[in-house]
């Protein structure tokens, strides 16, 4: 198995851990983007967004309540940003999904 992310959720790999449950890992991001950047990621090894099935609506909806309780955690009150780069023009570098959390500074729109 090959994947990075697969390999910090079974641990080969290590991370700093932010929040678990039985569906999803979130660690701190090795390249901070904001005071708050937190990587939360699906334990099922799903390669992007394109790839959700008719079966993943109900993980996706969790990742995205995930990161809003780290948010709360975090006490990031007076907002944050959820990011979920997909394929390459959307940025994405790692082939295992996973949603940003930023917070902790104002951030700008639209992004490059
Ligand atoms: P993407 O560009 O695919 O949306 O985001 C990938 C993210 O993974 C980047 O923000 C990058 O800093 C982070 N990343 C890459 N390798 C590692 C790693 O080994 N450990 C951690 N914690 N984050 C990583
Ligand atoms: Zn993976």
Not at 59 to 82: F, P
Not at 83 to 108: E, F, I, K, P
Request: net charge neutral; hydrophobic share 45%.
């Amino acid at each position: 198995m090959s994947c990075l992310f697969c390999k910090i959720i079974d641990g080969s790999i290590p991370s700093t851990p932010v929040y678990q449950d039985a569906l999803c890992y979130a660690f701190a991001d090795i390249n901070p983007q904001a005071p708050v950047h937190v990587l939360i990621v699906p334990r099922e090894h799903l390669a992007s967004l394109a790839d959700a099935g008719a079966h993943h609506p109900a993980l996706l909806g969790h990742l995205l309540w995930a990161a809003a309780q780290i948010a709360r955690e975090k006490k990031l009150t007076s907002g944050y940003r959820v990011v979920l780069n997909t394929g390459h023009h959307g940025g994405q570098t790692v082939d295992h999904l996973h949603v940003h959390l930023l917070g902790g500074r104002s951030l700008a729109w639209p992004p490059g």
